[in-house]
């Protein structure tokens, strides 16, 4: 079993003695519990405390649903999709439904949008499967999964009554308030807490997470096993010589006071994709405040190269790259020859496509790296339940410790309710009156 390892031999950046002391001391904080947004740290020691008993209940819940339905809905926004639809991807075959017995029950997600298309689309298709349903909410109000989880519940009770959804609604939420908290106790839906020192996008190892994964078949106590040994691998103690989550803190706030403002996160392995979609959330919602921040984007390689790769390589000089390189691919696959050679690719001919692979993204990064755009590279062995576990835990720690660096508070997210309001005020939700008055007299 390998480990995550991380290079930053060809950022063109030195890290001064200055910093890499900052970053220990921000682990420090980050541990000792005493800095900035310091309510929120539950995820810090989130994989070790993660028990046998309850494992055994998310799988046993897992399980049940997979008993009853073809089809599993999980209903909600922002971290509360965002990891497990980012794991789940990694870890299935991307052309799982186009096999004779494919998995069941596929995890579908809704209440991530308020798009009438995709809700009619989702329910059409479903008008012969089997389903149940995760509603993910801390408060059970967060408008978009509120208005699925409204439609996906009443679909539900109407088709198997409402004590048959008893056993297809599962409620992932507070422990003592709020709407959905109030609604599982009053139905009787089963329930899993969402630990109240734990923010929405460092949640993917708690139920919000776990669930999902179970129930799509991904090895969690595998995925927790990796995210301990990073854990491990950053603690407090740890030197930056030899902790990695540091050293890529560290040189992301350098090359940020250098002037490079945008990170570019890619892979060239496409089950990824999503993983890059979390880790946007991940930093953006956490660095993204005080008028600071480096702003994350993504792309997926070698697709890429033939759109943002012209930009990337000769636009404007503000931003950098890190490459999420994979080891060793799951399965071989070796070009052919071809006795005619029109596409001129017999000298390929008896290579496997990985090795290609890896040259096309060594001969990337030189050429980028030559045109002004520093990188960075984290390697993981394989894609596998431990390799994803302990990557989360790596970019998580990460951020806590970069947020330090840049003085921000990574834990909060003062920014999002911004458009809330505005939302609210349109929609003459009660309450928002004056709102409205002065929302109106500005259109």
Known sequence: MGTIKFDASKCGIAISDTLKK????????????????????????????????DIEAIERQAAALRERAEVVICIGIGGSYLGAKAVLDAMSDSFELLHATHRHPIVLFAGQNISEDYMAEMMAALKDRSIAAIVISKSGTTTEPAIAFRIVKAEIERRYGKEEAKHRIV????KARGALKTLAD?????????????????????????LPLAVGGVDIKALLAGAQEMERATAAGVGYEQNIAAQYAAVRNALYRAGKKIEILGSYEPKLQNINEWWKQLYGESEGKDGKGI???????????????????????????TIISVAE???????????ENLDGLNYLAGKRMNEINKMAELGVCLAHVDGGVPNLRVEIPQIDAHSIGALIYFFEKACGISGYLLGVNPFNQPGVEAYKKNMFALLEKPGYEEQTKAIKAKL
């Open 22 to 53: 900052s970053a220990t001391e921000a682990n420090e904080l980050l541990h000792a519990g005493t800095g900035a947004g310091n309510d929120f740290l539950g995820w810090i020691t989130l994989p070790s405390s993660v028990g046998e008993a």
């Open 171 to 174: 409620a992932i939420t507070d």
């Open 186 to 210: 009053n139905e009787g839906y089963p329930a899993f807490v969402i630990p109240d020192n734990v923010g929405g996008r460092y949640s993917v190892l708690t139920p919000v997470g776990l």
């Open 295 to 321: 702003f994350p984007a993504s792309v997926t390689l070698t697709a890429d190269l033939h759109s943002m790769g012209q930009y990337i390589q000769d636009g404007e000089r503000t931003m950098f790259e």
């Open 329 to 339: 691919p799951a399965h071989e696959v070796r070009v052919e020859s071809d006795e």
